[in-house]
């Protein structure tokens, strides 16, 4: 497609309980990134694919975050057991390279209660 | 962290006055970019600028960056009501991720 899609739009979880969000990125971009984004202000880089492959993941929490990006199937970031400061919006973005513009999508909104 | 501060925090203009806003950052960079975030909504590219360019332009936006000092400044000129929203620089600094700063909040008064 031509826009970032990302489901679902708002996610609410007990704390404990697992999150899944998915991210399509635009047809023929080959980089995904996702970013955490907390109370609208601070952007926060958690990982990066070349395709199918993690490009960079230093920013992931790797006790209890992942994430896929298999082919033929949306990208997909996983939170398991979440914490109430997992709370915040989920950007999935996608470039046709690592060093351009990236394209965002209108994000995941995930409380945890 | 955040590689990039912005200043000011929150600015409140008039429609048709122009609005600027600057991003100091702390490391070298590949290129400094800059978004757009209307409220609830995901971040629009706006403007990329190279570590070798010092000014750059698009439609009412003029973005320059000064690679001594660490500083950018975008210019909105002529703003509009729909120029209402919350304008973020971010940094390339050749670690294939952009750093961003937090970011600074026009409010366009018609």
């Known amino acids: 497609g031509e826009e970032v899609a990302q489901t679902p739009k708002h996610l609410v979880r007990g704390e404990g309980q697992k999150a899944k969000l998915y991210c399509a990125p635009i047809?023929?971009?080959?980089?995904v990134f996702w970013y955490q984004q907390v109370l609208k202000n601070e952007f926060k880089f958690l990982i990066s694919?070349?395709?199918?492959?993690?490009?960079?993941e230093t920013g992931m929490p790797k006790e209890r975050f992942s994430a896929k990006c298999l082919p033929n199937s949306p990208c997909s970031l996983e939170i398991q057991a979440t914490k109430l400061e997992d709370s915040a919006v989920y950007f999935c973005?996608?470039?046709?390279?690592?060093?351009?513009?990236?394209?965002f999508g209108p994000g995941t909104r995930l409380t945890v209660t | 962290s955040q590689q990039g501060e912005e200043d000011p925090q929150a600015l409140s203009i008039q429609e048709g006055e122009n609005a600027t806003m600057n991003c100091s950052y702390k490391?070298?960079?590949?290129?400094l970019q800059w978004y757009r975030q209307n409220s609830g909504r995901g971040l629009v590219h706006l403007i990329l600028?190279?570590?070798?360019?010092r000014e750059k332009h698009s439609g009412r936006l003029r973005v320059t960056l000064d690679t001594s000092k660490k500083s950018s400044s975008l210019l909105i000129t002529a703003s509009r009501a729909a120029d209402t929203a919350s304008y973020f620089c971010?940094?390339?600094?050749?670690?294939?991720?952009?750093?961003f700063g937090a970011g600074t909040t026009v409010t366009v008064r018609a």
């Open positions: 973005a996608s470039s046709q390279s690592p060093l351009g513009e990236q394209y």
């Open positions: 047809k023929g971009h080959s980089y």
């Open positions: 694919f070349q395709n199918e492959n993690v490009f960079d």
């Open positions: 490391t070298s960079i590949n290129n």
């Open positions: 600028i190279r570590s070798n360019e």
């Open positions: 971010a940094t390339d600094a050749g670690d294939y991720k952009l750093s």
